[in-house]
């Protein structure tokens, strides 16, 4: 399985600006690799405080960062309890916090989550606790629920068309064949797949990732100290939208990334994954 490569690395550390003694959040621990670049900045005693909802990246952040000892606490929660998990351990106020609203490679390369056009499921959920999978959505609702979905949270012009496929091929079990489905309907132009729009709608759907970032942002003033800072990463453009008017809209947060940080061509080089990140941050008055 291919491993997780942490995105805007450097972007992140310098935004955060760790300090030894500090104390972080990282509510999207993923792998670990974040945290572990958190730690090493906060050397010799600083400390985080990891979440995760999927298990088996929490398994392999607690590899990552077992070297660390008592200084990696990580919990098994979604960030939308961020403030609860943080008043649990006694972690208000923090100097910091990291939100990657992303899809791991790790996730994405794992066939048995369903997030890839070759996948033989159809799941999508990023956490398996989740109550509804994608492909629940694709057999059962009805065509014009479809194509609001995925002209919405999809952005995708042939939304109605794409939908009017489903429900006449359905039912779809895996990844693959509703890929291969959704090619045959709108036929394939350029390098990017015509099921993308599609994919990126059914996950958000299935994860609730817009409502998710909208309920965790106010409970970041609660957590994190004045003059700490926050660094949130998006990767596609409703979820920007919605950091970007957070921080327009509160006064409790100085805006210091005016434009967000995106990633260089080396960057997207090394992991195409990170081409579409954008890096958002903001101070506690």
């Not at 999927?54 to 000892?69: I, K, Q, S």
């Not at 999508?124 to 509804?132: C, I, L, P």
């Not at 794409?162 to 036929?187: K, M, N, W």
Request: glycine share 8%; charged share 25%; hydrophobic share 40%.
């Amino acid at each position: 399985m291919k491993a997780h490569v942490p995105v805007l690395l450097d972007e992140v550390i310098q935004a955060l600006a760790p300090k030894r003694g500090g104390r972080y959040i990282d509510g999207t621990v993923g792998a670990g690799g974040h945290a572990k670049a958190l730690l090493d900045a906060s050397a010799p005693d600083g400390k985080l405080l990891g979440l995760d909802g999927d298990a088996e990246a929490l398994r392999l952040a607690h590899e990552t960062l077992a070297p660390f000892g008592e200084r990696a606490i990580l919990v098994r929660s979604n960030f939308t309890q961020l403030k609860t998990v943080a008043a649990e351990w006694d972690w208000i106020p923090c100097d910091g916090a990291l939100l990657d609203f992303g899809l791991s490679s790790m996730q994405l390369a794992n066939p048995a989550r369903g997030f890839s056009f070759t996948s033989d499921t159809l799941d999508m959920r990023m956490d398996d606790r989740t109550a509804v999978t994608a492909a629940d959505i694709v057999n059962e609702w009805e065509e014009a629920e479809l194509a609001d979905l995925i002209y919405k949270y999809g952005e995708e012009r042939a939304a109605r068309k794409i939908a009017r496929v489903i429900c006449e091929q359905r039912p779809f079990h895996s990844a693959q064949t509703l890929a291969d489905a959704i090619q045959g309907a709108v036929g394939r132009h350029g390098k990017i797949h015509p099921a993308t729009r599609t994919f990126q709608a059914l996950r958000l759907a299935v994860n609730h990732e817009l409502e998710n970032v909208a309920t965790v942002l106010p409970q970041l003033a609660e957590v994190v100290g004045s003059g700490g800072r926050v660094a949130l990463i998006t990767f596609h453009s409703l979820e920007d939208r919605i950091v970007k008017n957070f921080f327009k809209q509160n006064a409790q947060w100085r805006n210091l990334t005016k434009h967000p940080i995106q990633p260089t061509y080396q960057q997207t080089r090394e992991n195409p994954r990170a081409r579409s990140a954008k890096l958002r941050v903001a101070e506690r008055m």
